[in-house]
């Protein structure tokens, strides 16, 4: 099983915002020329060997950031450094495994870090899988909610120290974690995260983007009651045209293969939200946002619902196998 380097959206449902009649432009001069340089700045980004994962690598890059790229698939990742590093001129880009779907890897991959003694300023919670066939990763979990959710919960959970201790009064760290409008049709039964009920590739999928999007907002909530000098954001990609459709209808690959150009995003494009969650000054400080096209939108109603919040939290503690911090009182 491969996690591949982006989370697309699916197709537009109700309630989720409207995709503009047309696209900004996007290109290296607009990057640089939009955003602040970042240099001596640190950023992880999931899934960053290709899609949107590795257009957000590559921009964050060109501004100067040393980038970490994680991910699962080791000859895929050597090609994503050296053409990073190629186009941007930035030497500082290098991969460590890390496969979302064992907690043991991501484990060995937070002490590897770890064991470099960088800082860390931004996390770019960006890979996951779409609409597989009914499987489970190496730990037993539904791959969809064990992939896309548990394995950046635990991930955001080792570094959270690092990134605390990277942020500063006016130089916030960044927690940006890279849901979809799916997550808008999402339904989350706490006693049956695993789908066991009855499997449905695109509900399992809209559960995990749902779940992303309720722990990125409690995880603003106890950042903010600690005072923490790190904020936490969801960043909305929109319809990009990436490789995650390959598990969908036939019907629905051939339309993206007609009218993908019109339709779609590119992954540059997609990728903008996430960089503009990753470095905009207009967000520094700022947490707790849903963002999509750079823009504040509203998540589902039921992902502000404090109670909802900290049940999850407890659960996927539990599930992951870490301590409910949210119980301490450094956490408020």
């Known amino acids: 099983m491969e996690v591949l380097g982006t989370t697309a959206a699916g197709p537009r449902l109700p309630g989720a915002p409207r995709p503009p009649l047309r696209r900004p432009s996007f290109s290296p001069t607009r990057v640089l020329c939009l955003f602040p340089p970042q240099p001596g700045r640190v950023a992880i980004v999931t899934g960053g060997t290709e ?12 501004l100067g950031m040393h980038v970490i790229i994680a991910g699962n698939n080791d000859s895929k990742a050597r090609e994503a450094v050296r053409k990073i590093r190629e ?14 779907a064992s907690m043991k890897s991501i484990r060995q991959f937070v002490q590897k870090f770890k064991m470099k003694k960088i800082p860390l300023h931004v996390l770019v919670n960006n890979a996951g899988v ?13 791959e969809h909610f064990g992939v896309n ?3 950046h919960f635990l991930l955001t959970h080792l570094l ?4 605390q201790a990277s942020g500063s009064p006016g130089r916030s760290s960044r927690v940006v974690t890279v849901s979809s409008a799916t997550h808008y049709v999402g339904e ?11 499997y449905s590739p695109h509900g399992a999928y809209a559960r995990s983007k749902l779940a992303l999007v309720l722990f990125s907002h409690r995880l603003q909530a106890l950042l903010a009651a600690k005072g923490s000098p790190v904020t936490a954001n969801v960043a909305d990609p929109g319809v990009v045209n990436t490789d995650l459709y390959r598990h969908v209808f036939w019907g629905t690959r051939l339309l993206k293969k007609l009218f993908g150009w019109w339709f779609f995003k590119t992954p540059d494009e997609g990728a903008w939200t996430s960089v503009y969650a990753a470095v ?18 509203k998540s589902l109603a039921i992902t502000y619902d404090p109670k909802l919040q900290r049940q999850l939290w407890a659960r996927s503690c539990q599930m992951t196998g870490i301590a409910d911090m949210s119980r301490d009182t450094l956490w408020g």
């Open 130 to 142: 779409m609409m597989v066939p009914q499987r489970e990763t190496e730990d037993g979990f539904e």
């Open 149 to 151: 959710y548990l394995g």
């Open 87 to 100: 186009e941007t001129l930035n030497d500082k880009v290098e991969f460590l495994y890390c496969d979302l």
């Open 188 to 198: 989350l039964d706490l006693d049956d995260l695993q789908s066991s009920g009855g």
């Open 51 to 62: 899609g949107i994962g590795f257009a957000t690598a590559k921009h964050l890059a060109r």
């Open 160 to 163: 959270l120290d690092d990134l």
């Open 280 to 297: 905009s000054p207009a967000l520094e400080g700022v947490g707790g946002r849903y963002l999509y096209n750079e823009k504040e939108a």
